[in-house]
């Protein structure tokens, strides 16, 4: 392992891409804007704890700040410097708060570029239910699955051209000319670039997942009845992957139902069409365990989830690529509350779990989730959720994470 001038070791990558971790990594930390300190004060103890805990004090994590954000634009100018991404790809693995993008100039999201710089093509967000959380469902206990988003294409890539504009003028020129196809006067334009490459990579890493976890299924989330060469494209290639790459160990659903032989075990490929899936999780959501789907999808559909079992509050996320994974909270900024110790910060705290099992210490993100959840059963929550529960003890943000560490066995 390399040394360095940070305290600990960095992660290497091998043939393959997996990962070799030391003992005592080096991982770098993003604050993050508005309430960002203060859900990064509560959840560090939380983490260091777990692994103390889990292993003895013969694994350490040596944290080091990166600077992005409104710090970075105060101290460097901008807002997300190089030096942020060179640090990021030294550590392989990172962890940040919510960061807020300056209006009207630069780029048009930092979450946005960090997840296209640096090629971080799924947003996997895992949806649990806690006992104890407010929930507007009645059995919020049936959620338990997985969402992977492709995370660099679709809408979000960022291909527009605002109304008015010679570009766009000139792009429904274009269309009018070459493809006689006529957009109204004045219209902005964008472009929903879906890819063979970004499509199977994204559910490869879902199956596979899915396999490596003994889940029994993995669902296609597309609407590609309506937008047949971009979502219809994303189904078709994710059968393909799970034909070529995983035909030992899936089947379809089609094949399932027809009565095949030899499917025990399997994992069961599905798929389902974007708007009757928002049902599906309402009303079915124990038959769902993994979902792979685009972008904007994704996005929706995985803050729809997160509402039923406690809110963005409750939701981690990670956003993971071939060399570089950074885990975060998966809410905003919070600005009116910064400074005010009063935010949930399970959200970090989750995704910190997250970032644990990434490493392969899957002994200390459990502690992590098993604590979280003994905290929530004796009734000791933050605010958003102390005023819905009845007999709740509303503690503070830092004495949330505090109360997790006091819950590991």
């Known amino acids: ?14 043939a393959g891409g997996a990962m070799s971790v030391p003992s005592n990594p080096n991982i770098g930390y993003i604050e993050g804007d508005g309430t960002g300190p203060d859900i990064w004060a509560a ?14 004090g013969k694994r350490q994590i040596h944290w080091f700040e990166l600077l992005a954000g409104e710090r970075a634009t105060k101290e460097t100018g901008e ?16 962890i940040k708060g919510p960061l807020t993008t300056p209006v ?38 049936k959620v338990n699955m997985v969402v992977f988003r492709e995370n660099t294409e679709d809408v979000y890539a960022g291909i527009e051209w605002e109304s008015g504009s010679a570009e766009a003028e000139l792009f429904a020129r274009l269309l009018r000319d070459n493809f ?33 976890l003994g889940l029994p299924s993995v669902t296609l989330v597309h609407k590609g009845n309506i937008m047949k060469y971009t979502e219809g494209a994303f189904r078709k290639w994710g059968y393909e992957t799970a034909r070529q790459e995983f035909a030992e160990s899936t089947v379809s659903e089609e094949e399932v139902e027809a009565g095949a032989q030899g499917v025990g ?27 792979a789907t685009t972008n904007l999808n994704g996005d929706y559909l995985s803050d729809a989830l997160a509402a039923q079992v406690g ?17 975060e909270a998966t809410h905003g900024t919070a600005p009116k509350y910064a400074g005010l110790d009063k935010v949930n ?43 819905q529960m009845k007999g709740a003890k509303e503690v503070g943000c830092f004495r949330f994470g505090r109360a997790i560490v006091e819950h590991m066995n």
């Open 1 to 14: 392992m390399e040394k360095s001038g940070y305290g600990g070791q960095w992660i290497t990558l091998e």
């Open 43 to 56: 959840t560090r103890p939380v983490l260091d704890g777990a692994v103390e805990k889990a292993y003895g």
């Open 79 to 94: 807002p997300l410097p190089n030096k942020t991404i060179e640090l990021i790809k030294k550590s392989v693995v990172a």
């Open 104 to 141: 009207g100039k630069g780029m048009r999201s930092l979450n946005v570029t960090l997840r296209q710089v640096l090629d971080l093509y799924a947003c996997v967000r895992p949806v649990r239910y806690f006992p104890g959380i407010p929930s507007p469902v009645r059995n919020p206990e």
């Open 180 to 212: 006689g196809v006529t957009l109204r006067d004045l219209s902005g334009v964008g472009v929903k670039p879906i890819s063979p490459e970004g499509t199977k990579r994204l559910v490869r890493r879902a199956i596979a997942y899915a396999i490596r």
């Open 265 to 291: 075990g399997k994992v069961v490929i599905k798929e389902r069409i974007a708007d009757s899936m928002f049902q599906q999780v309402l009303l079915r959501p124990e038959e769902y365990s993994v979902i």
């Open 311 to 327: 809110g963005l509050g409750m939701a981690p996320g990670a956003n993971i690529g071939d060399e570089a994974a950074v885990f």
């Open 345 to 387: 910060p399970g959200s970090l705290i989750l995704s910190g779990a997250m970032m644990l099992d990434h490493l392969g210490w899957t002994e200390a993100g459990n502690l992590i989730r098993e604590a979280l959840e003994r905290t929530i059963g004796a009734g000791v929550v933050t605010y958003d959720l102390a005023r």
